[in-house]
């Protein structure tokens, strides 16, 4: 994801396809409005990122605190003693450190989920666009129709079919569904359709491109953004799932972070002493949330014109 | 949605087969055709193996049932039957109902009035508060239901140094009477911003020219909001709503992540899904599951494609 950082902003693509802002920078449009108005609006704005906010600092507080300090302390604010190393030294010796083999499997299925689902919308949404073959509303409206199928209905059969095969329980019962992603498609396809002319693609032909030069060369460059937005969308998805990976995963070495720190969680809460990590539930769940929010803080250009794509005529 | 699309190709192209070809033309048009279904076959593959493939297979294992005494029997619509009278099956769709009554209106007028408020503004201030409102998205569902899990509980929670601070009861947020708006209180943390950023997305499309006509006219912040804005943006509202209506009938990980503590108050049977799982991976009973999950998602596309019938005009759709 981090090669798209560094790219210029292909802010007029946005513009012209998602109708984000022309007028962002008309200047403050507030100039007619009374002083107290914007300080209740404001007053109010405030209270909402408190809301919002409030247990994400809980859980940074939380993660530097041992167990004692969990029970024993001020919910939202530090203890005496920062464990928050100590924390992440016992998430490494806990159960031989599976802590960071859930981690690594998060991104493991996350990443080859997200980019595969991507770039399986990016082929499909261009050649609904862009090639005009026989069939190809009909099978666009069944995929359009099928956004709103239930992906957890689909749970419970694709686990029978898996087991059928014999691929339960390694990484790809969770991979190979994951690949699916219809709104991709129609987001890909509603993005393509307005961004990449029909006229630069015939002037490639002319030039004697072929159709694989094409679009790489030609159409791929003008896609960023709906990439980028894609790409976050699918990899929220596959990090953020639960049923799927509860339902086809068995052995502990496989299990994503979410997973695993639910059972830890179900463990401490029914288990003895021994069985209590609260301090490495915390810490745990802390760490995991660092990548995403991260990626979201510095891809922020990108997806905040791009997940309205396909809302806005 | 597809309006727009659809009727953006000219329709030479489907009646290509038709009109007088010449040789050229017509090989052109059949490499142009290959080259459409090779770009997506590839998606196709997928959609075949893992959606359309799953629900035939669902479908055909709900027409069995397998006991040890007389083993696999084809058994037809009894499944069905026997879900729609079962009571478990029906206390969790009613309850993932009221579940879409409560919460998918919460979570809307959060993401309305806040993305309304931050397009009024310029300020860092409601920059920095987009972006915080936003933040909960990137929290896996999980996390963020473990996160209030904690923050419910009696043992950890400041909950109890809150209200004791002020002189009042703790209240038990995790019972059964009041686990109902304490998971209405996480779907709407977890999901409004996401939604936020989509309404303002599209209030940020409108041409402000619009807004100048209106303070000409006499309007005041208020009807400028609801007789301009909502109505301009109804198309994302419409898919917003869909989404979370959707998303709000599969209810299934924040109440599964909440049971860890409140066993009482949330039983295995909670919601649809939660019961397909519980039969399927505790009772082993895979065709009756079947049934449950397949009515669920025939359920879910009838109320969603209603839903978008039904709002047809607002969304541009036909």
Known sequence: MAIFANDAAPKDALTTVTGVPDHDFRGPRG???????????????????IYFIVPIWWLFVAATKDTAGLFGSPAFWFDGDFAFFANVAELFTHQGGIYWR?????????????VGATILAILAGYGFAKYRFRGRNGVFGVILGSVMVPLTALVIPTFMLLSQYGIINTPWAVILPSLLSPFGVYLMRVYTQDAVPDE?????????AGEIRTFFQVALPMLKPAIVTVLLLSVVGTWNNFFLPLAVLTDPQLLPVTVGLNRWTALSNAGAGGEQVWNLITSGAFISVIPLVLSFLFLQRYWQGGLAIGSIK | MTTQTTAAAPPAATQGSRAPR?????????????????????????FALFLVFPLFYAFGMSLFTS???????FTGIDNYVKAFTDPLFMEGLLRVAAFAIVMIPAQLIVALAAALVLDSLTSWLSKLSRLLIFVPYAIPVVIGALMWSFLYSPKFGPSATLFTAVGLPTPDFLASDTVFGSLVNIVTWQWSGYYMVVIYAALRSIDPSIYEAARIDGANGWQTATRIKLPMISSSMVMVITFALIGTLQFFTEP?????IAQGAIDAAY????YAYSLAFSYSQFNYASAIAFSLGALVFAGSYLFLFLTRKQSGLK
Not at chain 1, 102 to 114: Q, T
């Open chain 1, 31 to 49: 100039k007619r409005r009374s002083g107290g108005r914007r300080i209740g609006s404001h007053v109010f704005l405030i209270i909402l990122a």
């Open chain 2, 22 to 46: 010449r040789p050229r033309g017509s090989r052109l048009e059949q490499r142009r055709q290959r080259w459409g279904w090779l770009f997506v076959s590839p998606f196709l593959a997928v």
């Open chain 2, 256 to 260: 599964v992540v909440l049971r860890n």
């Open chain 2, 271 to 274: 919601t649809p899904n939660m």
């Open chain 1, 200 to 208: 630069m693609l015939e002037a490639a032909r002319i030039d004697g």
């Open chain 2, 67 to 73: 006991t040890l005494a007389t083993g696999t029997k």
């Open chain 1, 102 to 114: 859930w981690l690594g499997n998060s991104f493991l299925y996350a990443f080859a989920g997200g």
